[in-house]
Nanobody, 118 residues
């Protein structure tokens, strides 16, 4: 069984910073992609992803403000969020595309609320 545990959300003023963490645990054989999505009123959208090979991808709306990083030894992904804006307010979900003894699949964290006040 695989678990993704997120932490680091909270309330911050516009212009502030937060750092999200997501640790994957369980019977994991390998992890291909780890990343972050967020659920806003308009739907769930990609924030940033990172492959094990080092390729990163960001939504245009967060480029230059957010940084994704990984600690592969700890199966953990981080999202450093700087210069936060009220429109960044959302529930942030961690995603891991990984392989277990049962095969490959996508796994999601439980979500962590980020609220940015103006």
């Amino acid at each position: 069984q695989v678990q993704l545990v997120e932490s680091g959300g909270g309330l911050v003023q516009a212009g502030g910073s937060l750092r999200l963490s997501c640790a994957a645990s369980g019977s994991i054989f390998s992890i291909n992609v780890m990343g972050w999505y967020r659920q806003a009123p308009g739907g769930r959208e990609l924030v940033a992803t990172s492959t094990t090979g080092g390729r990163v991808n960001y939504a245009d709306s967060v480029k230059g403000r957010f940084t994704i990083s990984r600690d592969n030894a700890k199966n953990t992904v981080y999202l450093q969020m700087n210069s936060l804006k009220p429109e960044d307010t959302a529930v942030y979900y961690c995603l891991a595309e990984l392989t277990t003894t049962r095969g490959s699949d996508d796994y999601w964290g439980q979500g962590t609320q980020v609220t940015v006040s103006s």
